[in-house]
């Protein structure tokens, strides 16, 4: 019954490696996000897809690809890890824009980069 | 861009204290958005204020969106231990978030 679900829990990889995060809601929601969350708790928003389309794309690494499948999933690639990945990624979703409406976050992804 | 500053970073207080915190923006804000994050957890939702001097009231949660719609603040009525987490605002237009302060509770 989760209503946004991330997967894996915890990653820890070499640095150099590719990883990929998924991300999945059954809330009927029609926009998703990808946070970063850093040591020192900062909440950064990276990405935002609206129907499956782009909307923001915060000045982040182009080693960083999102893709959304559909309108429930929302992944993100990332290449060539670097110790700097190091940290929490929360996905979330909401019925339109952010803004407005409450956001419904995962329980995150703490990505770990030797 | 549009820059949200909360204060203070840190919070300790003996159970039973109150406690606030303050969210200021450079820029007039269209809504306010209040999320907690419980140590290990994920921000959860709390409220949103899009109304000039609009106050809304939460059990021991007051919720504050000033006048000129550049500040917020939300204060919690003598807290208990289940309040420990971080609180963070999010401001209008690209959801900006807050720093967060973090609540320490000491029973």
């Known amino acids: 019954d989760t209503a946004v679900s991330q997967t894996p829990k915890y990653l820890v990889t070499q640095m150099g490696n590719d990883k990929s995060i998924k991300c999945e809601q059954n809330l009927g929601h029609d926009t998703m996000y990808w946070y970063k969350q850093d040591s020192k708790k900062f909440l950064k928003i990276m990405f935002s897809y609206n129907n499956k389309e782009l909307i923001i794309n915060e000045t982040v690494p182009n080693r960083f690809s999102p893709k959304s499948p559909d309108k429930a999933h929302l992944n993100l690639h990332i290449n060539s890890l670097e110790l700097g990945d190091s940290a929490v990624y929360f996905c979330?979703?909401?019925?339109?824009?952010?803004?407005?409406?409450?956001?419904?976050f995962g329980p995150g992804t703490r990505l770990t980069v030797l | 861009g549009q820059q949200v500053m909360q204060i203070p970073q840190y919070q300790h207080v003996q159970e039973g204290e109150d406690f606030t915190t303050y969210c200021n923006s450079s820029t007039t804000l269209s809504n306010i958005q209040w999320y907690k994050q419980r140590p290990g957890g994920h921000p959860v939702f709390l409220i949103q204020?899009?109304?000039?001097?609009e106050v809304k009231k939460q059990k021991r949660l007051t919720f504050q969106f000033g006048e000129a719609k550049k500040n917020s603040s939300l204060h919690i009525t003598a807290t208990q231990t289940t309040d420990v987490g971080t609180y963070f605002c999010?401001?209008?237009?690209?959801?900006?978030f807050g720093a967060g302060t973090r609540l320490t509770v000491k029973p």
């Open positions: 999010a401001g209008l237009g690209d959801m900006r």
């Open positions: 979330a979703s909401s019925q339109g824009w952010m803004a407005y409406n409450e956001q419904f």
């Open positions: 204020l899009v109304k000039s001097g």
